[in-house]
């Protein structure tokens, strides 16, 4: 069931026209910089989009603005280590061939993080994810503090009504697509 709805969302997102990706991210960088939680946190953790994913780019660039620290992952065997980073610039391509922090920027501690921007190819309306099948993030959301909001950022198209779930899958506590702000209860 996630192989099936994987492949079928993965292939929607890679033909997004990227005229209209560019509006609906747009919409979606209003919604992030509305929220209370973005202005109050003072470490935010990012990922760099991979495969027609909602562009961080204007939320990395604001919170360097805001004065923030901003993080993004690192894959080091199956963990994800949060990387401080301060440019684009400082980013390479990475294990997985994708984009992530070089080695001279310093780790975070995941309890520093208070706010972790949760990339997917499918969410849920009770906050589940479907990821690439690879565990990482779930493994990283486990290791926040529990005052840390999660938010997943996804076009419209990519969210359903119930994910599948395993027991080791972590939720999102707010949903923002270019539509809608879904505070998960």
Same mark, same amino acid.
């Given at each position: 069931m996630k192989?099936?709805?994987r492949k079928r969302l993965l292939r929607k997102r890679k033909t997004h026209v990227p005229k209209a990706a560019q509006t609906?991210?747009?919409?979606?960088?209003?919604? !992030?910089?509305?929220?209370? /939680?973005?202005? =109050?946190?003072?470490?935010?953790? #990012?990922?760099?989009?991979?495969?027609?994913?909602v562009d961080t780019k204007g939320i990395f660039?604001?919170?360097?603005?805001?004065?923030?620290?901003?993080?993004l992952p690192k894959v080091k065997g199956e963990q994800l280590?949060?990387?401080? !980073?301060?440019?684009?610039? /400082?980013?390479? =391509?990475?294990?997985?061939?994708? #984009?992530?922090?070089?080695?001279h920027?310093?780790?975070?501690?995941?309890?520093?993080i208070g706010l972790?921007?949760?990339p997917g190819i499918a969410f849920d309306e009770e906050g589940y994810r479907l990821g690439y099948g690879k565990g990482f993030y779930d493994?990283?959301?486990?290791?926040?503090?529990k005052?840390?909001?999660?938010?997943g950022l996804a076009y419209e198209f990519q969210v359903v009504k119930r994910l599948p779930r395993e027991p080791h899958d972590e939720k999102v506590n707010i949903l923002i697509t270019e539509k809608r702000v879904l505070r998960i209860k």
């Open positions: 192989r099936v709805l609906k991210n747009a919409l979606i960088l209003k919604r !992030v910089l509305q929220l209370p /939680e973005f202005r =109050k946190a003072k470490t935010v953790m #990012l990922y760099a989009p991979i495969y027609g994913e660039y604001a919170a360097l603005k805001q004065r923030k620290r901003v993080g280590e949060a990387r401080a !980073v301060k440019s684009w610039e /400082e980013l390479g =391509k990475g294990v997985l061939g994708v #984009l992530e922090p070089l080695k920027s310093h780790a975070l501690e995941p309890s520093e972790v921007f949760v493994r990283f959301l486990g290791q926040v503090s005052e840390a909001k999660k938010i």
